[in-house]
């Protein structure tokens, strides 16, 4: 089983930088691909980007040219650098953890965070 812990969530304006933070635990490894979603309310939770290794890296149409996804081996975290936030980006953001080919869905993982709040203001 492998633990996640978001954090670095927070209210900011419109145009405004954050970086969330994913720390893992327990039985990860190299196959292991860590992702992050979001869920606004009332909807359903979204693919926002993943990586796997060092350089397999795969993002959602949220994050396409606003967010950066990487990981440092050494502090067993993954980093989502989100830039220009937009009040549509808020949500609560999720991290989670799979070891199988396909990591874009939901169902695709099965180790979650309990998620960080960011909330994007106008």
């Known amino acids: 089983q492998v633990q996640l812990v978001e954090s670095g969530g927070g209210l900011v304006q419109a145009g405004s930088s954050l970086r969330l933070s994913c720390a893992a635990s327990?039985?990860?490894?190299?196959?292991?691909?860590i992702g992050w979603f979001r869920q606004a309310p009332g909807k359903e939770r979204e693919f926002v980007a993943a990586i796997r290794g060092n350089d397999g890296l795969w993002y959602g149409d949220p994050a396409k040219g606003r967010f950066t996804i990487s990981r440092d081996n050494a502090k067993n975290t993954v980093y989502l650098q989100m830039n220009g936030l937009l009040p549509e980006d808020t949500a609560v953001y999720y991290c989670?953890?799979?070891?199988?080919?396909?990591?874009?869905?939901?169902?695709?993982?099965?180790?979650w965070g309990q998620g960080t709040q960011v909330t994007v203001s106008s």
């Open positions: 989670a953890a799979s070891d199988r080919p396909r990591i874009t869905h939901v169902d695709d993982y099965d180790s």
């Open positions: 327990g039985r990860t490894g190299s196959s292991h691909a």
